[in-house]
């Protein structure tokens, strides 16, 4: 027997990097 | 400085692992397209995507790092990530890259292209940032 597994869902703004500049106008 | 690299990649770089767009869709982490982080930012109230560019690609006093310099977006703010060689970056249009592709591959079973000085990824920041 095969016991299900629950499945992880990671959003999508997990995936590419963060990168604050400070940058105002 | 640079930011420190963690000891180990997050486990969403893992082929297979299950991603959730910001309209709901769910994509294993290898299936995503540019197209898809473009949406996801656009229907996001608080983040944007920017584009980052490699300028400089520099060894690191850390084993198996390496130090990536980026221009960030319209104003170009030089931006310094310390990240180890492995480490997946999404390059507009082209897909997941890294410093080494072969050990990304290795270690996650994500397939890669090699991370080049003059890439385009995607990064994000904040939309209030004006």
């Known amino acids: 027997n095969v016991e299900p597994r629950s499945l992880q869902v990671f959003p999508w703004h997990s995936l590419v990097p963060f990168l604050e500049t400070s940058q105002s106008n | ?130």
């Open chain 2, 1 to 130: 400085a640079p930011l420190s690299p963690s000891s180990a990649l997050p486990s969403f770089f893992m082929k297979g692992s299950i991603i959730q767009l910001a309209d709901g869709e769910l994509k294993r982490v290898e299936d995503l397209r540019t197209e898809d982080f473009l949406q996801s930012a656009e229907v996001s109230r608080e983040l944007k995507i920017d584009s980052s560019t490699v300028e400089r690609i520099d060894s690191s006093r850390t084993p198996d790092a390496v130090i990536i310099q980026f221009s960030v977006g319209e104003h170009k703010a030089q931006v310094c990530v310390e990240v180890l060689v492995e480490y997946p970056f999404f390059v507009f249009g082209q897909g997941w890259s890294s410093c080494c592709p072969d050990r990304t591959t290795q270690l996650l079973a994500l397939s890669c292209a090699k991370l080049s000085v003059g890439d385009v990824c995607i990064s994000l920041t904040l939309k209030s940032l004006k």
